[in-house]
């Protein structure tokens, strides 16, 4: 059983056929809203656990990849009247400059100095996008146009439920690819030892920065995914210290280091305040209870502890 | 006298004023065994740390293949062919015991990461070399049986093996070896043994730190004896054995019962 | 010139105000290796508390002192109920969790609060002292003398008392501390106790000058950082010194490079120190050993 539930093709086969059935439940468009919220992002948090489940390197601005996403689309298709989807390919295309130019320096650091620098990184990039409101709107946030396909308006969730979950498919494939390769080796050897990885040739910074890069791109494509659900985004909204961390709690919550782990931690973080906030005020409230909580009750995540229980209990 | 792998020159460095390894050199031949030996804290493990490039040396150079590698960081000299074990276990050991040895490949596998995330055909066929090449390695060394247990559940003495055996995954030209038979029982021993003869006879060349006396004297085709970070004695191990400044120096701090065993 | 000088008084308050929030960032790490992101929570509970009794009705000092003893207790709870439950985490975890309970006391502070601005009256007028073309608050004046006379205490503390000693050696080497019969936990404790007591007296010395909300505590926590890693993680006077070069940084960028992005120049410090001495201007620098 749990041999089946780490084989790859079984996680994609599962998760295919959960998105495909899961419509059938929902009562109203509401659920199909939360679902592609659940989508996009767990979509960032797949390739954020690359990065820290896998490489073992803590980001705790990974917000700010979503906001250059999201800002891309808004600001491409306000501003330049491009394409959404061009917008969104450009915006991927920026998230990965940044974080190839960010990266260099700021993957050198360990620990909580890594954990620092990301975070002020972070909250450089929410920054500019409330400063400049020329382009951005401010902290109040922009508009951004419908996407439009060979004449169909894609607006309503459940469409755009379906194509975040296409989406999500395709990020946790290409992730499960990664990790069954050489580079997917490496980023694991690096985690458990830097040195012994070096020894064994591998070019230690130059893969921190390629995995830091595609953990941006996935991050940003979820921002831009964001953006058109939304049809309206803020920097705080998207790119803000608070995105942050939830990305983070996603990744430690569902189980460092497991595919399946970043959607489940992704499903519970968004769902479970939903269900659990009925009154506006108490959103940050129920979040710091919420990631306190299942940081000290389950400091391995969800999916992980389960797996080890499945084996018989075994650790 | 053939051509050697290997060269430091006056190799030296000090921590915090204190000499830990002072101006050593030595020079290794392919497909022979240069064993180094002497009490704790000598600056075997630091010589290694100098020449695999964990550690910059304050002054001397380092040679590999007639080329000077001085500071060149670990990673590049894995590419011209040195690699090494560590006297503290440094394993991966959240992956499996074939994984560790499938990171040893890493230099002959090809490094697109376009092809790893679309897992093109050409990469999986890599991947499946790369297996079966690291499971003949574990097979080497008495591990196929533990081949896909997690690294982390294994024996000391088995986590020992798999360092070799990953080290070997590289196709070293120079293999350092940091005191692979500590911890391991006699037959481990016996078959760590079997192993560096094995890997010598191939051509490479071996450079092994090790405190059993009676591998070392069997074994080793020249012996180095540092003390406080100087080289005391080096010679063939009938000459280091019967030296008297090892016999005081070393083997006195030591202890008789090696000396015995030897 | 006079504009300079207006620049370094402003930059000497805050730099005060990071300088306290840094000393308290190193008590905790130095007793823990935790690095708590809630620190900036304790400036924000001092001031607001004060706020409110005041508010209620309370004298000034009386409230102060409720507030600072409200804080404590927080820092407290906080050790107690989500960092020793989670002791032998990985690094990563223990962060979430402070930044889990910064996310709550914030969230806290905002229902039992609001979400407004608020000040409190500056204790001796806000009448400024002019000095040489440069005007002064007297509050920056008490800023400055609180700050100092709180850095004098924490060092009396840390080098003349039996206490102190206790807290060296768990920072030194925490198994060798526990194993000569030091209560590791309860001088762990005891630092959380501190810091929120150091963070709280901040918050109420500051907010007559930059006001106080239920968030400011976020970018206090990442300034402070920036203050103690510039002046060496782990060093008391590095942290002092830290402090004050980064409010210094930060208000001649402000007011000779732009306004707008003054938050960014913490940011940048991070990076410039770990670029050109990661171990700051005080740490001691070390080699991994294999
Ligand atoms: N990174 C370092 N920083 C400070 N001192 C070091 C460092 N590495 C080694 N030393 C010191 O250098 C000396 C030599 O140590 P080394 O580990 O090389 O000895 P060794 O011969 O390998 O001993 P053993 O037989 O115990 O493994 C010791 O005094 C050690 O404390
Ligand atoms: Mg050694």
């Keep these: ?33 939360v679902a592609a919220i659940v989508n996009i992002f767990a979509l960032a948090v797949v390739g954020l656990n690359l990065l820290m489940g896998y490489a073992g390197q803590v980001s705790l601005g990974h917000a700010g990849f979503m906001g250059i996403g999201a800002y891309s689309v808004a600001i491409g298709s306000a501003h330049f009247k491009l394409h959404g989807l061009l917008a969104m390919l450009i915006g991927a295309a920026l998230a990965g400059l940044v974080a190839f130019l960010v990266g260099r320096p700021i993957l050198r650091l360990k620990g909580h100095y890594l954990a620092v620098a990301t975070l002020g990184f972070g909250l450089l990039i929410s920054m500019a996008l409330a400063n400049e409101a020329a382009w951005t709107g401010g902290p109040d946030g922009m508009g951004v146009p419908r996407l439009e396909i060979l004449g169909y308006r894609l607006r309503g969730p459940d469409t755009w439920y379906y194509i975040s979950g296409g989406a999500l498919l395709i990020g946790v494939i290409l992730a499960l690819n990664l990790i069954e390769s050489p580079t997917g080796r490496a980023m694991r050897a690096i985690h458990d030892s830097e040195i012994a990885s070096r020894v064994a040739g591998i070019d230690v910074a130059a893969y921190k920065l390629r995995i830091f890069v595609l953990s941006a791109i996935y991050a940003s494509v979820a921002g831009s995914l964001m953006a058109f659900l939304n049809g309206h985004i803020t920097p705080d909204g998207t790119a803000g210290f608070l995105r942050s961390v939830e990305l983070v709690t996603m990744v430690v919550l569902g189980g460092m280091g497991s595919v399946v782990g970043a959607i489940v931690g992704a499903a519970v973080l968004v769902i479970l305040p939903q269900a659990l906030t009925i009154f506006h005020d108490y959103e940050h409230l129920m979040l710091g209870l919420i990631i306190m909580v299942s940081m000290i009750l389950l400091p391995r995540g969800i999916v992980p502890s389960l797996l080890a229980r499945l084996r018989g209990g075994g650790a | 006298m053939s051509f050697p792998l290997l060269e430091t020159d006056n190799l030296s460095i000090a921590f915090g004023g204190i000499k830990a390894v002072d101006s050593v050199s030595l020079t290794v031949q392919p497909g022979k065994i240069h064993s180094i030996i002497g009490p704790n804290g000598a600056g075997k493990t630091t010589l290694f740390n100098l020449i695999s490039g964990l550690y910059q040396p ?33 394993i991966f050991f959240r992956m499996s015991a074939c994984d560790n040895v499938m990171v040893g490949r890493h230099r002959h596998e090809k490094t697109s990461m376009l092809g790893h995330l679309f897992a093109l055909p050409s990469v999986r066929a890599e991947n499946a070399r790369s297996r079966d090449l690291a499971m003949g390695l574990l097979e080497r060394v008495g591990l196929a049986g533990v081949a896909n247990k997690e690294a982390g559940s294994l024996s000391y003495g088995a986590l020992k093996r798999l360092e070799i055996a990953r080290a070997l995954a590289t196709e070293p030209r120079i293999l350092l070896l940091d005191e692979p038979a500590a911890g391991c029982n006699a037959i481990e021993t016996e078959e760590i043994d079997r192993v560096i003869h094995d890997v010598a006879k191939s051509g490479i060349a071996v450079l092994l730190v090790e405190h059993d006396m009676r591998l070392v004297m069997r074994i080793s085709d020249h012996v180095l004896v540092l003390e406080r970070g100087k080289s005391l004695v080096s010679g063939t191990p009938e000459t280091v054995r019967n030296d008297p400044r090892v016999i005081t120096a070393y083997l006195g701090t030591f202890g008789t019962e090696e000396a015995n065993r030897a | 010139m006079p504009e300079l000088l207006q620049f370094a008084f402003s930059g000497l308050t805050v730099g005060a105000v990071y300088a306290l929030v840094a000393l308290g960032f190193t008590l905790i790490y130095n007793a823990s290796d935790v690095v708590n992101f809630a620190q900036g929570e304790f400036v924000m509970l001092g001031g607001m508390v004060t706020v409110f009794l005041h508010l209620a009705g309370v004298p000034l000092p009386i409230a102060a002192a409720l507030a600072i003893f409200a804080t404590v207790l927080v820092g407290l709870a906080l050790y107690a109920f989500a960092i020793d439950p989670a002791r032998g985490s990985s690094a990563v975890t223990v962060i979430i969790i402070t930044i889990g309970a910064s996310i709550f006391l914030r969230g806290v502070a905002q229902v039992i609060f609001d979400k407004r601005f608020h000040a409190l009256p500056h204790w001796f007028g806000s009448e400024p002292i002019r000095f040489g073309g440069a005007a002064i608050l007297p509050q920056s004046l008490v800023v400055l003398a609180g700050a100092a006379i709180i850095v004098a205490l924490i060092f009396v503390i840390i080098d003349r008392t039996i206490l102190g000693r206790a807290i060296l050696a768990t920072a030194a080497n925490r198994l060798a501390a526990r194993l ?13 106790a501190l810091s929120a007591a150091i963070g709280a007296v901040a918050g109420i010395l500051v907010t007559p000058i930059t006001l106080t909300s239920y968030d400011v505590g976020t970018l206090l ?8 890693m510039l002046g060496g993680m782990g060093s008391a006077v590095g942290a002092v010194v830290g402090g004050i070069l980064l409010g210094l940084a930060e208000s001649f960028g402000a007011g000779l490079i732009s306004s707008k992005y003054k938050d960014a120049i913490a940011f940048l410090i991070i990076l410039a120190t770990l670029f050109l001495r990661p171990q700051g201007l005080f740490g001691k620098k070390s080699v991994e050993r294999v």
Excluded: C, H
């Design chain 3, 221 to 228: 926590a990442l300034k402070g950082f920036a203050a103690a």
């Design chain 2, 58 to 90: 304050s002054s001397g150079r380092v040679k590999l293949g007639g080329e000077d590698v001085t500071g060149l960081p670990p990673e590049q000299l894995a590419r011209r062919g040195l690699s090494r074990s560590f006297q503290n276990l440094q």
């Design chain 3, 180 to 192: 000569v019969g030091i209560p590791v936990r309860k001088i762990v404790a005891l630092s959380f």
């Design chain 1, 1 to 33: 059983m749990a041999r089946l539930a780490s084989s790859r093709w079984s996680i994609v086969l599962g998760l295919a056929i959960v998105i495909a059935a899961l419509p059938f439940l929902f009562p109203s468009n509401y659920y199909f809203r």
